[in-house]
């Protein structure tokens, strides 16, 4: 089992930066590989980002690309969200997720194949 906490979220304002951790305990988080997803109040859960279990690959969503940076530090077992340029559209609870089948450069956007999931954390960007 893999239990997964979230933390650093809260309010900024338009423009602002916040970032997100999720800290792993457990089974070996080095080789799980990483997600972030988002879900806004009506909305369905959507990719945000992710990253390899290696570290060597990551993919974000085309609405967070160029503002997000996604990062893992295996040997803390955390891994990061930093978001910058915050937009009032980002508002959304921010789930973290693990995925425990994929190789070692392999990435997953779907969030059926994630296996462990954190409790969320609200980030709310003011306008």
């Known amino acids: 089992q893999v239990q997964l906490v979230e933390s650093g979220g809260g309010l900024v304002q338009a423009g602002g930066s916040l970032r997100l951790s999720c800290a792993a305990s457990?089974?070996?988080?080095?080789?799980?590989?990483m997600g972030w997803f988002r879900q806004a109040p009506g909305k369905e859960r959507e990719f945000v980002a992710a990253?390899?279990?290696?570290?060597?690959?990551?993919y974000y969503a085309d609405s967070v690309k160029g503002r997000f940076t996604i990062s893992r530090d295996n040997a803390k077992n955390t891994k990061y969200l930093q978001m910058n340029s915050l937009k009032p559209e980002d508002t959304a609870v921010y789930y973290c997720?693990?995925?425990?089948?994929?190789?070692?450069?392999?990435?997953?956007?779907?969030?059926?194949?994630?296996?462990?999931w954190g409790q969320g954390t609200q980030v709310t960007v003011s306008s």
């Open positions: 997720a693990a995925d425990s089948t994929l190789g070692p450069i392999a990435i997953a956007t779907d969030p059926n194949e994630y296996d462990y």
């Open positions: 457990g089974r070996t988080f080095s080789t799980y590989a």
């Open positions: 990253i390899s279990w290696s570290g060597a690959n990551t």
